[in-house]
């Protein structure tokens, strides 16, 4: 349920507003086009939308702009904490949840969405919460991600070579730590469960997901 990573958010909230500006050479490479991507998100979300792993709310911000409904949830108590505390988050509640336990939903969803989280779901965990997502979906619905992803086994070895030759050390530790999923694999999982989705590159780590439920 990727809540053994909490220990990790909660020691990065502070700086993780910093880390997404580029300031990490790190993560950088990671990181960039993080606004665009967000903005991505945001504009192809519907108007009722729940976001897992909300985190410092950089996300929820950009939905709340666009004049979006935003179910937010976050396990990390010093996540929220950060996110609570921006002024144009004021209004929205965040939620002490994770992908897969969270309270019920009392209200019609039209989009799930998520940014840089996926990853902390195995992949037996990932083809649950898809099939668990459909159900929570209106009719032709459909979940967004934004997350860091690889074509293969071999790309991700490549990319994984590169960090430790650049002697990125902590960015090498994490690729082989979480649970980075194959592109492949998520289309799989999607089309299994009624998605036809479409796949779009940001950066060197990260593509954009965008899985509509087909109407039956």
Known sequence: MGREFIPIFSE???????????????????????????ANIAEKAGDSVIEF?????????ELIRRKKTVFAIEPSAAMRQVA???????????????MEQFPQINFTIDTIVSSYVFHHLNETEKQRVIKRY?????EGGKVIIGDTMFLS?????????KAIKANHLRLAADLQREYY?????IETYFRANGYTSRFKQINAFVWLVEARGEKE
Request: aromatic share 8%; charged share 30%.
């Open 181 to 185: 999923p194959l592109i492949p694999d």
């Open 134 to 138: 459909k159900a929570l979906l209106s």
């Open 53 to 61: 792993g909300s985190g410092t709310g950089n996300l929820t911000l």
């Open 84 to 98: 609570e505390a921006k002024p144009g988050l004021s209004q929205v509640t965040f939620i002490d949840g994770d």
């Open 12 to 38: 990065w909230a502070k700086q993780y507003d910093e880390t997404v500006k580029g300031k990490d050479e790190e993560y950088r490479e990671v990181f960039l086009h993080y606004p665009e991507l967000l």
């Open 153 to 161: 086994p071999e790309h991700k070895e490549s990319i994984l070579r």
